[in-house]
């Protein structure tokens, strides 16, 4: 059974930081690019951040360029994201998600909600 649980969440203050995690098992977690996404309110979800397989290299959303960081532990089968300087627009329910590399399966989080509020 695939599962993929995220943890970290939280209420923060504007300009304040949070790092959500995102661990994973029942799949070969190394032939899976890893992905965060997030869902605001009245919104669709959007693609914050992504990471291949090895970790050598990722990509980010425009809007949190120099401000979050993803990164993966493919021995402890986790990948996280480090967000600074949040803003409210960063208010959301944040999801990861495996997609598995050549393949059509793909897995999603239950999500976990970051709120940036003062």
């Known amino acids: 059974q695939v599962q993929l649980v995220e943890s970290g969440g939280g209420l923060v203050q504007p300009g304040g930081s949070l790092r959500l995690s995102c661990a994973v098992s029942?799949?070969?977690?190394?032939?899976?690019?890893m992905k965060w996404y997030r869902q605001a309110p009245g919104k669709e979800r959007e693609l914050v951040a992504g990471?291949?397989?090895?970790?050598?290299?990722?990509n980010y959303a425009e809007s949190v360029k120099g401000r979050f960081t993803i990164s993966r532990d493919n021995r402890r089968r986790t990948v996280s994201l480090q967000m600074n300087s949040l803003n409210i627009e960063d208010t959301a329910v944040y999801y990861c998600k495996a997609e598995g590399l050549g393949s059509d399966s793909e897995y999603w989080g239950q999500g976990t909600q970051v709120t940036v509020s003062s």
């Open positions: 029942g799949l070969t977690f190394h032939y899976y690019v």
């Open positions: 990471v291949t397989t090895d970790g050598g290299r990722k």
